[in-house]
């Protein structure tokens, strides 16, 4: 119920004043921000194209090299599991396993091989869905940081504190921020 009352006023408000555009709460250097985001997320759908449009030129090789080794654990643990897999189905059938590599595994244990690359296989394909999504979110977060001001108006000094009071000495941190 209170989650309700919370959100029932400022529902109210918004249709008290249909005149309002949203446009109007959007500020031309806002515009600029979201557009410059947006674009760097749609470059970015090529791996490292938005780091590229943000000029951070040095974080493509770190997101390829990412891409290169996931697609690589990939290729290997699925052949792996391609050539364990038939020689655990000819073992099944009661055939002789062609594969001499796993001539004489048990099927136990070629079943346990079989469940282990597999895993491995799906988890560098979960692996790399999530490196492309890291490559997408860490050009879009770039591009939004770009209008950050870090200004010397911006700062937090931490100093240490001396302080005498009527029951003595105290020490303690004193922290000052400016914005």
Partial sequence: ?????????SASAQQANPEKKPTELVTPNQKKEMSHVKKATLYSIIPGGGQIYNKSYWKVPVIYVGFGALTYSFIFYNQLYGDVRASYIQSINGQPITNLEYANVPEEMLYTLRESYRKSRDLSAIGLAGWYVFNLVDAAVDAHLQEFDVSDKLSL?????????YTGYSTGINLKFRF
């Fill in 1 to 9: 119920m209170s989650v309700l009352f919370l959100f029932g006023p």
């Fill in 157 to 165: 000094k931490i100093t240490p504190d001396y302080r005498y009071s």
